[in-house]
């Protein structure tokens, strides 16, 4: 998995957030356990640490908080089977594939698996600052199964995937690297 940008301040917010629960929970600890001054300042840092983990991987995820729209990023995590159509066939036909997306708050993995290739992302942003209009946009490098055409080799690309009916399909188009220059659409719906 690797990092993923946004185009909104849900981070910064959630920062603070997180640092002021972690300087009441440490108030709290020290005032029940009567611990020596040189032990509640780290558990400051221990109890933020504990706090982002939980919010990283759980929390973010919460209705209430997309609800309250403490949290705007859309939560994309799961298997998506769909298709894509590409300009190496003039989009004749519809190929079968299939998306895995994992995520967090702060990273995301997305692979897709085609019957000749997989690709997995390396780079990745989403943009949900406008409730209309939500992008998942990433680079990928894609890499030919065995079975593939031997023009087929490894190469580069970049997808840019709207986020439609409340998260539950992806339709966009891709493109790839100089060298293959092909193009085409994907249709994903969460499985």
Not at 30 to 43: N, R
Request: aromatic share 16%; glycine share 4%; net charge positive.
């Amino acid at each position: 998995m690797h990092s993923y940008s946004i185009d909104s301040y849900e981070r910064k917010f959630t920062y603070f957030a997180i640092a002021i629960l972690s300087i009441f929970a440490a108030w709290t600890f020290s005032q029940a356990t009567k611990f020596p001054w040189w032990i509640d300042s780290p558990s400051v840092f221990g109890f933020y640490g504990i706090l982002y983990k939980i919010h990283d991987k759980y929390l973010w995820k919460l209705k209430i908080l997309k609800k309250a729209t403490f949290v705007k990023i859309p939560n994309l995590n799961g298997s998506w089977k769909g298709y894509i159509t590409t300009s190496f066939d003039e989009h004749a036909k519809k190929l079968n594939a299939k998306l895995n997306i994992s995520q967090n708050w702060t990273s995301i993995c997305v692979v897709l698996e085609t019957e000749n290739s997989q690709s997995c992302s390396i780079a990745a942003n989403i943009i949900s600052k406008d409730p209309c209009l939500k992008i998942l946009g990433y680079e990928y490098l894609n890499e030919p199964k065995p079975s593939a055409t031997k023009t087929m080799h490894t190469h580069r690309g970049y997808a840019r995937i709207r986020i439609l009916d409340n998260e539950k399909t992806l339709e966009g188009e891709y493109f790839t690297g100089r060298d293959r220059q092909n193009f085409g659409t994907l249709e994903f719906k969460r499985i």
